[in-house]
C-alpha cells in the first residue's frame, strides 16, 4: 500500500485503527514526563474529561486488564474489581506493563497491543461525542468516536470512576 498522506505517526495502535478502517483524527503534542492528562489537554485545547487515560492493571491472579477512565479521574480499584468479578484490581509495575502492552508508560494504547487483553471501560466515556485515547507513543493522541472501543476492543463499560 503507497502511502500518499503523511502521517504524525505509524504504530501498531494507527496500524490497527486503518485496518478496521477506523477514522481518527491525529493530535501530536509536546510530552512532559509526569505532565499526564492534564498537560496533553492543555496544549491540545480540549477538555481534560475527554483525554482518555489507558492503565494497564491486574487482578489478583496477577492476569493484565485494560481501564480506559476519563483524564480528570481516578479507579476506584474496589468498584472495578465488583464489576468484574474479581478480588482485587491494582496498577501493574510499569516495567510489567510495558512487557503486556508492548508501549511505554505514557505511551500505552488500547489499540494495537502485544498481548489481547479484556478491556474495561468508565461508562461515562462512551457518552462524549469524541475521545482523544493514545495514538501508540508518547505525545501522541488520536481523535475517535467512543463507539469503537466497544466495536473494536469490545470495551465492556463498568462504572469505577472516582472524581480525580
Not at 494497564?56 to 472495578?80: F, W, Y
Not at 508508560?105 to 461515562?124: D, L, Q
Amino acid at each position: 500500500m503507497a502511502k500518499k498522506d503523511k502521517h504524525v505517526s505509524e504504530t501498531p495502535a494507527t496500524q490497527q485503527l486503518r485496518a478496521a478502517g477506523v477514522a481518527f483524527s491525529e493530535h501530536p503534542y509536546d510530552y512532559v514526563d509526569h505532565g499526564g492528562t492534564a498537560e496533553s489537554a492543555r496544549q491540545l485545547g480540549v477538555a481534560e474529561h475527554a483525554v482518555v487515560k489507558t492503565l494497564v492493571m491486574q487482578d489478583e491472579r496477577a492476569q493484565p486488564l485494560i481501564v480506559l477512565m476519563h483524564g480528570d479521574c481516578q479507579v476506584s480499584t474496589k468498584n472495578l474489581a465488583r464489576e468484574i468479578g474479581a478480588k482485587a484490581v491494582e496498577p501493574c509495575k510499569p516495567e510489567v506493563a510495558q512487557r503486556h502492552s508492548g508501549y511505554l508508560v505514557g505511551g500505552t494504547s488500547p489499540f494495537g497491543v502485544r498481548k489481547a487483553m479484556p478491556v474495561y471501560v468508565e461508562a461515562g466515556v462512551l457518552e462524549l461525542p469524541t475521545i482523544y485515547i493514545n495514538g501508540g507513543r508518547r505525545g501522541y493522541l488520536v481523535g475517535i468516536a467512543p463507539s469503537v472501543l466497544t466495536e473494536l476492543l469490545a470495551a465492556r463499560p463498568v462504572r469505577c470512576a472516582l472524581a480525580g
